[in-house]
């Protein structure tokens, strides 16, 4: 079967989709052991924790205190015997106040900050005011969440071990030449914009399935607009990034499914059980089962 998908519940159907609590509250989804994925953002601010967590095909020993982010469309699971600290749930949505911030969940997903212990206490005092005016919404509590949760993002990156390296450009001052530089209206900034839709519209459960050109018209553009415009921001062009996607999205069903090639081959839109096997040795250099025995011998998922 795929891998399950799992969907943000809240309280009250009225407010917009975000929760916070400490894993305990949670329930026991927030520590599943079986490899799924989400619809929604998820941050985990562990402070204590004996064991491993494995994101997509990355598995890693957990040193609390540390930040763990988990994007939409991630596969991850925890291995460990305990796990506290504090979750943060929240749709995409939810970042409308500040649509940067999706970038710097992108990048703390991969940075995965260990935090010292007086950093600990800030992003925690951060999280303890999150809980507290999410558990006794009041005016504007809206706001005041995003707010905090924006600070808490651009403080996690800030801190810890995962501070930038030297010659790092700061969080919220790129670089000339980099995505997202340049003046309002220019056209590296409109470039910037149309990658940040389109790699958004990619990370959908489904979006490696669709081809670049759905994804222009999806988006209201030209074929030739949005590859250049990729091209220009990312580097590469938006037929590289669906096939890496589609890679990423095979080797996730290969480690963390009992699915057979041919099914996988199905869930990713194959018509032919072989096409997809000469693509995967193309993009990996493996087949689907040789890839599947070492991740099994690995011990991965």
């Not at 519209?201 to 949005?226: F, I, N």
């Not at 499914?257 to 072989?274: C, H, K, M, R, Y």
């Amino acid at each position: 079967m795929p891998l399950p998908m799992h969907r943000l519940a809240v309280p009250d159907p009225q407010t917009l989709p975000f929760a916070v609590g400490t894993f305990e509250s949670m329930g026991p989804m927030a520590r599943a052991d079986f490899p799924h994925r989400h619809t929604f953002y998820e941050i985990d601010f562990v402070t204590r924790c004996a064991g491993r967590h494995v994101v997509d095909l990355d598995e890693y020993a957990v040193s609390a205190p540390q930040l763990c982010v988990v994007v939409p469309g991630q596969v991850h699971h925890w291995r460990t015997s305990h796990v506290d600290g504090f979750v943060i749930l929240f749709l995409a949505e939810f970042l409308a106040t500040f649509p940067g911030d999706r970038a710097l969940l992108h990048e703390l997903a991969e940075r995965r900050p260990v935090l010292r212990s007086p950093d600990a206490r800030r992003l925690g005092a951060l999280v303890a005011e999150l809980i507290r005016e999410y558990a006794r919404p009041a005016p504007g509590s809206l706001g005041v969440l995003q707010a905090y949760l924006h600070v808490l993002l651009v403080q996690a990156l800030r801190l810890g071990t995962g501070r930038p390296e030297a010659g790092r450009p700061e969080v919220g001052r790129p670089e000339a030449g980099r995505p997202g530089s340049g003046r309002p209206g220019s056209a590296t900034t409109r470039a910037s914009v149309v990658t940040a839709q389109f790699t958004r519209l990619l990370a959908e459960p489904t979006g490696h399935r669709r081809t670049a050109g759905q994804y222009a018209a999806r988006l209201g553009l030209s074929a030739g607009y949005l590859s250049e415009a990729v091209r220009q921001a990312a580097g590469h062009t938006p037929a590289q990034l669906i096939r890496r996607a589609r890679t990423v999205e095979a080797k996730r069903l290969l480690a963390g499914t009992p699915l057979t090639v041919s099914q996988v081959a199905t869930e990713l839109g194959f018509a032919d059980p072989a096409y997809f096997s000469r693509f995967f040795r193309r993009e990996t250099g493996l087949s689907p089962g040789a890839y599947r025995r070492r991740m099994t011998a690995d011990g991965t998922d």
